[in-house]
């Protein structure tokens, strides 16, 4: 018999996993102010197309409607999601005066 050809199922490459801490933007609560920006997050869900962050803060949709249970969902690819930036505050001790 000639071997049947077959291809293997493509491999689950996420870029983030369930646990993982992330920055959005999206419109969002700072003090009392609705605001656009970078909001950090925690991954809740992953799945080959999709991530679903969670948040402490309210969370709002683009068309205006607050999301009751803080969970946005994004593509894989979405340049609205990326791994927290981390901020350097380190003085500069090379100043003396």
Not at 28 to 33: D, F, I, P
Not at 63 to 91: A, N
Request: charged share 25%; proline share 10%; glycine share 6%.
């Amino acid at each position: 018999m000639a071997p049947i050809p077959f291809m293997n199922p493509p491999d689950h490459e996420f870029v983030y996993e369930v646990g993982d801490s992330v920055e959005v933007f999206c419109d969002h609560e700072k003090g009392s102010e609705r605001v656009r920006g970078w909001l950090k997050g925690i991954v809740v869900q992953v799945d080959p197309k999709m991530v679903a962050v969670q948040f402490r803060t309210n969370v709002y949709l683009t068309d205006g409607w607050m999301v009751p249970d803080h969970i946005l969902w994004f593509p894989q690819m979405s340049p609205h999601i990326r791994v927290p930036v981390k901020k350097t505050g380190k003085p500069d001790l090379a100043k003396v005066d």
